[in-house]
Nanobody, 122 residues
């Protein structure tokens, strides 16, 4: 069982930065690949980034590539999403999730956090 809690969301102007954190409970955190997803009002949940459990390999959605960076600290049971050059279209609720494999498909994630709101003003 893995319990996930996101933090770090907020209101920021376009061009600004935020760092989201996702703290995980459980001693098996290091064996899970961790993903970030987001959901804007009226839209489906979409993949943002994932980091694998094994080698820390990362993969990003095209919409955030070059602006967002996912990282993890297994000693702290925490995964991060550094978001730079934010745009109004990045406004959404951001969720972290844990899966046994590194995947972009939401249904393959076993555990989800409650989400944190990110709002980017123009």
């Amino acid at each position: 069982q893995v319990h996930l809690v996101e933090s770090g969301g907020g209101l920021v102007q376009a061009g600004g930065s935020l760092r989201l954190s996702c703290a995980a409970s459980g001693r098996t955190f290091s064996s899970y690949s961790m993903g970030w997803f987001r959901q804007a009002p009226g839209k489906e949940r979409e993949f943002v980034a994932v980091i694998s459990w094994s080698f820390g390999s990362t993969y990003y959605a095209d919409s955030v590539k070059g602006r967002f960076t996912i990282s993890r600290d297994n000693a702290k049971n925490t995964v991060y999403l550094q978001m730079n050059s934010l745009k109004p279209e990045d406004t959404a609720i951001y969720y972290c999730a844990a899966a046994s494999v590194a995947t972009i498909r939401p249904h393959e994630y076993n555990y989800w956090g409650q989400g944190t709101q990110v709002t980017v003003s123009s």
